[in-house]
Structures are given as C-alpha cells and as structure tokens.
C-alpha cells in the first residue's frame, strides 16, 4: 500500500487549501450572521452561491465523482481532499458541490440512472443549480435494517403510486432540494433483499407533504439544508422514474452508502484536525492555577491522545480508500465498516476533549466545538448505527476463523 499523494493530489490539495484560507475561512463569519439574520428561512445564505462560483472557476468542482462527469479522481486521490473539505463542514462541501445526500443521490444516478433521467436529474446536480434529498429513514420502524421499511411504491398503469412517512430527510428542507429519491416496499411478498426500490419523486409532487424540519441536539442544521419529516399520500409518479429496477432499492442503497460512509470518514478527519488547533489555542491562552493550560499535564494528555487517534483514523480511511480503488467496495467491506465505526466515536472523543477546554465557551456559539459535536455524535447513527456495523464485522470474523477451522 502506498499512500504518497500523486502530482494531481498534490496540485488539487494546494489549491484546494489556499481556496479554503483566501474563500472558506473568511466566509466563516458571513455565513453565520447570514443565517442569524434570516432566522425563518431554510434557503442557504447567499454566500455559498458565491463560494459555488468562486469554487467553479478554479476547477474545485464534483471532486468527489469519478469519470468523465466529475474529476477523474480515486478514492484514494479524494481522501485528503475530502479531509481539507471537512475543517469547514458547512460551507466547504457545499461550496464545492461535494455536499452529502447530494454526493450519493448523484453516484446512484451516475450508476443506475436512465439516460432521460441523468438528463433531467443529475445534469443539473452536477452543476450545482439544484439539490436533492434521500428518502429511506422512517419513524415507525427501526429504520437501522433497511428490509424494515414500510413506505409502499405500487405500480398503477404507468405510474408509481408512494405512501408512507418518512424522517430525517437529510437536506429536504432546502426549497432547491427539487427531487427526492424515496426507499420503499414494491413487492412485500419478494424475497426479503428484494422487496424494495427506489424512485425518483419531485418535490411538487402532490400528495408530497414536508410537514416540519428535525432538530438534531437542538441545532435545526438550516445551513445546510435541515432534516424533515415528509408524508406521501397517494404521491403519483411517471413508471420511468423506477431506478433500475423493482426490486434492486436494497442493492442500490448498498451501493450508495460504501462511498457515503467513507467520505463522512475523511470530512471526520478535517473537522478532528482543526478541533485540535482550536484546542491548542485555548490552552495557550488561557490560565489556570498559575500557568497556561496547554502547561497542565492533563491537557497536554488530551492534546498527545488527539494526535495518536488522528492518525490512526487517517491510515485506516486511507487504507479503506486504496481497497476501494483496487478490489471494489465489496473487497473494502471490512475496512469501511471498521473506518465507519472507529472515526465518529474517535472524532466525538476529541470535541469532547475541545469542549472541556474551551469551557463554558464550549458549549455556546461563539465556537463551533458543540455544533461540531452534535454532528459527529449523529454519525454514530447515520449510515448504519455502530452496532450494526459491528455485528458484521464479526459475523465475518467469526465465519473467517471458523472456515480456516473447518479446513
């Protein structure tokens, strides 16, 4: 394995990171009293069109999509990308069209996309001129297994028909979030991997109702699109809206959660790295008891331990990003799961050291350690809860040494 960066690696993370120091950075504080002055609306501040422009002419667009449509890159070429993205988790990814659900809903539309519907869809999502929402969590059921899902897709003549209620629709909140791709049951009698599909539902859609936005821990994440809990009600779609199939909704969404899962992994590592600037400056600026807090062992405890699991995590994404690129995410299975479990908890260790350091100033506005934290802790759930990974990793294991046994 060989994780030096390769001359495009090298020349995009420079650009890269003088965007996000002359751009990102700067717009920090803009975007903040944006949203502070538009408190009812779930628009994004108008600085991000501006980033999106800026991000554009410089070429630091679709980073995250492989091929002709996005910017050729690996896994392994997107790693330390991605992580530059992630010290700026808000406005970075948006700015440079690298945003989740948007990534995923344009991979599966790259993948399993009609020709009629990369033209209608994922053309201008490849632009940037609209957004998306994925639609698979439900609030009646342990959504954590995928099979559980009850929204029903029936087919009538040459249309779908959607009924169901969903939550935590990442994203939908947005009124440019134009399209939603909606998980539901077609065939409740299939056999249970393929009774699911999934289909293109437009926002206007009648019967569509965004009946409120989710909190998470208090904070309503407008800035980046909000959560929402969405109703179908006889939701009447065209046939060719189907991705794929009927019945591939469960394959597809594996398809699409392996690079999901793995890109909220390297944005971990950009918001880990600079929780640790920030708690290295609060430590030096402070005293306590007669001497600088970055001078009591404890925090330098803290600081020594926060650098050790940064780079454990990095080498283990790293290496989850080279299997990727050479034996496919299904060869990568064990390393996602292991980087998707290890990174939010390593992460939400860190913040929680941050916050202790920062003080009351930890849990306020004035720094963004506790909205950081509440993000990191709600990627414990998202994608697949820790103990469902972790049920895989060692059913695998388990089966690994017992047919080496057996042998």
Not at 228 to 241: H, L, M, Q, S, W
Not at 268 to 293: D, H, N, Q, W, Y
Not at 294 to 313: F, L, N, P, T, Y
């Amino acid at each position: 394995m060989d994780f030096d960066f390769d001359p495009t690696t090298l020349e995009l993370r420079e650009r890269l990171t003088t965007f996000m120091e002359t751009h990102v950075y700067p717009a920090e504080r803009i975007f903040e009293e944006q949203l502070d002055s538009s408190p009812d609306s779930w628009n994004p501040p108008p600085i991000i069109e501006d980033l999106k422009e800026e991000a554009r002419r410089q070429g630091l667009w679709n980073l995250f999509l492989p091929g002709e449509s996005g910017a050729g890159l690996t896994n392994l070429q997107y790693a330390p990308l991605c992580e530059i993205l992630g010290r700026s988790p808000h406005i970075a990814p948006l700015a440079t069209n690298c945003a989740a659900p948007d990534t995923g809903n344009m991979e599966v539309l790259h993948m399993f996309g009609t020709p009629e519907q990369k033209k209608e869809w994922l053309d201008p999502l490849l632009d940037g001129s609209i957004r998306s929402a994925f639609a698979m969590t439900e609030p009646a059921v342990a959504s954590s297994d995928a099979t559980n899902v009850e929204t029903s897709i029936v087919r009538d003549a040459d249309h779908y028909v959607i009924n169901g209620r969903k939550w935590y629709i990442s994203g939908a909140m947005d009124p440019n979030a134009r399209l939603l791709i909606v998980m539901g049951k077609s065939d409740p009698d299939a056999d249970r991997h393929r009774q699911q599909s999934m289909i293109i539902v437009p926002r206007e859609t009648p019967g569509v109702d965004i009946r409120r936005g989710m909190k998470v821990f208090g904070y309503d994440h407008r800035d980046h699109g909000g959560h929402a809990e969405i109703v179908f009600t006889d939701a009447r779609v065209p046939a060719e809206n189907m991705i794929s199939r009927e019945g591939d909704g469960f394959a597809i969404a594996q398809a699409r959660l392996g690079p999901g899962r793995i890109h909220h992994c390297m944005r971990l590592i950009g918001i880990a790295e600079r929780s640790l600037e920030l708690m290295v400056t609060r430590a030096s600026g402070r005293e306590a008891f007669g001497k600088p807090l970055a001078d009591q062992g404890v925090v330098r405890d803290w600081i020594a331990e926060s650098r050790v699991r940064i780079e454990q995590i990095r080498l283990l994404t790293l290496k989850a990003a080279w299997l990727m690129d050479t034996v496919g995410n299904k060869g990568a299975h064990t390393e996602i799961q292991a980087i998707k479990i290890a990174a939010p908890a390593t992460v939400e260790w860190i913040l929680d050291k941050a916050v202790q350091i920062h003080g009351a100033g930890g849990v306020s506005q004035d720094f963004p350690v506790a909205a950081w934290f509440a993000q990191v802790r709600t990627l414990r759930l998202a994608d697949g809860p820790d103990e469902v990974h972790k049920n895989a990793l060692a059913r695998n294991e388990i089966r690994k040494v017992r047919s080496h046994a057996g042998a």
